[in-house]
């Protein structure tokens, strides 16, 4: 059991500079990820596997792994896709402003930078210390068109996914970190959801958490 005095902080209401302060990653950084995705023609989400690099403050790289590889790098105001077998693409973030609301938010996010944040989405948190969820809106009107709201969620110093709500579509969970260990063995698209809505992983102890 924790000491009381610990209990109390992390049943402690959550806010915006205390989550920030402990999911902040100073470039270099890497984080495991995997990516949820559903449809009407599979029994369990299609899940993609792979890695976010942010080599410096002003560089987002997704490298997906499995089932299929291809590389994502948004630098420079470009935005480079290379998928195996085929040739590089690339294309400006003017024409995709959703990427670019990602890569503003997942740096100010990393970097532990609120106002720029706040310049890009409106932030509010849910939760306590042992479990929150950060909500990102969108202020921007052509990213608001596409994206509803960006839902992030942690326990403690862990943020443990991520997940995208587009307008007129279904929700698109990113696991991160220990959630993506906890997953492994998770073929049930309920219950990956529900481990993205941050309940433990069958076979461990919720009230240790």
Do not use: N
């Not at 921007?140 to 587009?166: F, H, N, Q, T």
């Amino acid at each position: 059991m924790l000491p009381l005095g610990a209990a109390e902080r992390v049943d402690a209401p959550a806010d915006v500079d205390w989550v920030l302060a402990r999911i902040v990653r100073p470039a270099p950084a890497r984080t495991p990820f995997l990516e949820l995705r559903g449809s009407a023609l599979l029994k369990a989400p299609l899940r993609i596997t792979g890695e976010y690099r942010r080599p410096d403050g002003d560089t987002l790289v997704r490298e997906v792994q499995a089932p299929y590889r291809e590389t994502t790098t948004i630098a420079g105001g470009e935005i480079v896709i290379e998928r195996e077998g085929r040739g590089p693409r690339r294309f400006s973030m003017s024409r995709a402003p959703e990427l670019a609301g990602l890569q503003s938010g997942f740096g100010a996010l990393l970097g532990g930078d609120r106002l720029e944040l706040e310049r890009h989405y409106r932030v509010t948190v849910d939760g306590s210390r042992r479990q929150w969820t950060l909500h990102l809106v969108p202020r921007d009107a052509a990213v608001a068109a596409r994206l509803s709201d960006v839902r992030l969620r942690g326990r403690g110093a862990e943020l443990r996914c991520i997940e995208s709500r587009p307008v007129g579509g279904d929700p698109q969970r990113t696991l991160l970190a220990g959630a993506v260990v906890d997953a492994q063995d998770i073929d049930d698209g309920a219950a990956l959801r529900a481990l993205c809505d941050g309940a433990p992983a069958p076979g461990t102890d919720a009230a240790a958490r």
